[in-house]
């Protein structure tokens, strides 16, 4: 047996009796395996903290943030023992150094193993016969270090360089199947580009109004069977109405920018998209395009209950950023490579959170948004605290006893309210104005 099988066959026996059973029950400890070979970031001798508990590691982190590194390694009991066969703590100096070891690509591969996986099965909000998803970009800020800085900067004044994401989300668990993120100086239709193929066949994907471009619809659409997208309009947007459906419901055709026909020649000089029209409270008229095109297919009432859904995605960032990232607002590696590393360990995590929301909701007969983000969040945190002690093998069952005793995480039904258009509060001064007398003569 080679050295490298030795070191596999030693982390499995080590991880069956040890308390990163609470990921393994989601991640088979084959998957962390296949990320760090496939990467060649595998330990090729001995160590007392190889590539394959590091990866548990960044998990840990990305769950238990407000503990320390070295806090987590120990909770996790991620150290191999010595030669002696001991198990003396690990210097925080040897768990960045395997850690920064690692890098992010093993983190990358095991995010997108993992979703496709978990993607098969989850229960998708269906409008048409068509799985409903949602993109959307949002930020993340970093320390502000010369590694970091290569990120930019979301807006001149900002203080801290950000991260942009992009990322895929189911509308009905928020659960993510892909992502994609890097510096602010690139655009969310870049990122969001480097998601086609990622919807499901049979799929409606709603698109932010920042998204507009139409090699990225007709791209989006063409990877797959009825692989389908819908976004709000632009007010400036140019079209000519081919046909009517009726005075809200139009088949369009619109032009192709001269910078986009550049770009990508396949793509021609106009595109077509069916367009609906919404009569808002206030008298105006908004609405979205979409590549269902046939009426009969995607009725106009579905489509138009559909459209608002849209806001989920916001939801969960919101969830995310609120309280598995305990609304702090820089992400904790000072490098750029640790910054990509740490994100895919967080987005992880995040799946592992709602995966467990949907197996309590299965059990409890509810929709997967009516188990509580934090309280699961707080449930699932706790298990590695009370961990601490226990018979070893014992959490995969504890985390059944929470599921079934979970009624208490049950929200109540949301009242359906009439959609509104976005609206901010205005700002209030700081200081009186003074207003300029008139009559007062001038010196």
Not at 65 to 88: H, M, T, W, Y
Not at 361 to 371: G, K, M, N, Q, Y
């Amino acid at each position: 047996m080679s050295e490298f099988s030795k070191e596999l066959h030693i982390t499995a026996e080590f991880c069956q009796d040890h308390h990163i059973n609470t990921f393994a029950k989601h991640i088979p400890l084959e998957w962390v395996e296949e990320a760090v070979q496939q990467t060649g970031r595998a330990s090729v001798r001995k160590r007392r903290f190889p590539a394959e508990q590091a990866v548990w590691l960044v998990l840990g982190i990305g769950l238990l943030r407000n503990r320390s590194i070295q806090n987590v390694c120990d909770k996790l009991e991620l150290a191999f023992p010595d030669s002696k066969g001991e198990l003396p703590p690990l210097a925080t100096s040897s768990i960045i150094k395997g850690k920064e070891k690692l890098g992010a690509k093993p983190m990358q591969y095991l995010f997108k193993h993992t979703a496709a996986q978990w993607e098969k099965q989850c229960e998708f909000d269906q409008i048409c016969g068509l799985k409903v998803l949602s993109v959307d970009g949002t930020y993340f800020k970093t320390h502000d270090t010369p590694s970091n800085q290569a990120f930019g900067y979301a807006q001149k004044s900002a203080s801290f360089p950000s991260v942009l994401a992009v990322t895929l989300m189911s509308t009905r668990n928020h659960i993510l199947s892909d992502a994609a993120f890097g510096p602010v100086t690139n655009s969310e239709i870049s990122y969001a580009q480097q998601l086609i193929g990622s919807a499901p066949e049979n799929s409606l994907t709603l698109f932010d109004r920042g998204f507009m471009s139409a090699e990225l619809f007709l791209s989006w659409q063409g990877t797959g069977q009825n692989t389908h997208w819908l976004t709000p309009i632009k007010s400036k947007c140019r079209y000519e109405i081919i046909e009517s459906y009726s005075d809200y419901d139009h088949l369009i055709e619109m032009p192709i920018s001269p910078q986009a026909q550049e770009q990508a020649p396949h793509l021609g000089q106009t595109w077509r998209a069916r367009l609906v029209l919404i009569p808002s409270p206030k008298g105006e008229i908004k609405g979205f395009i979409t590549s269902c095109l046939c009426p009969k297919q995607y009725a106009l009432k579905e489509l138009v209950e559909v459209y608002w859904q849209r806001w989920e995605i916001e939801r969960g960032y919101g969830e995310l950023k609120q309280y598995q990232l305990q609304n702090k607002p820089l992400l904790i590696s000072l490098k750029s490579e640790g910054i990509y590393q740490e994100l895919w360990g967080i987005l992880i995590s995040y799946n592992i959170v709602r995966l467990e929301m949907a197996e309590m909701a299965r059990e409890h007969s509810v929709e997967p948004l009516r188990i509580s983000f934090i309280n699961a969040l707080y449930l699932i945190q706790d298990e590695f605290v009370w961990a601490d002690g226990r018979t070893p093998g014992t959490i995969p069952k504890n985390l059944k006893i929470l599921r079934e005793n979970g009624k208490r995480l049950i929200l109540p039904n949301k009242r359906k309210r009439k959609p509104y258009p976005r609206a901010v509060l205005k700002k209030t001064a700081k200081y009186p104005v003074r207003k300029r007398d008139k009559n007062a003569t001038r010196s």
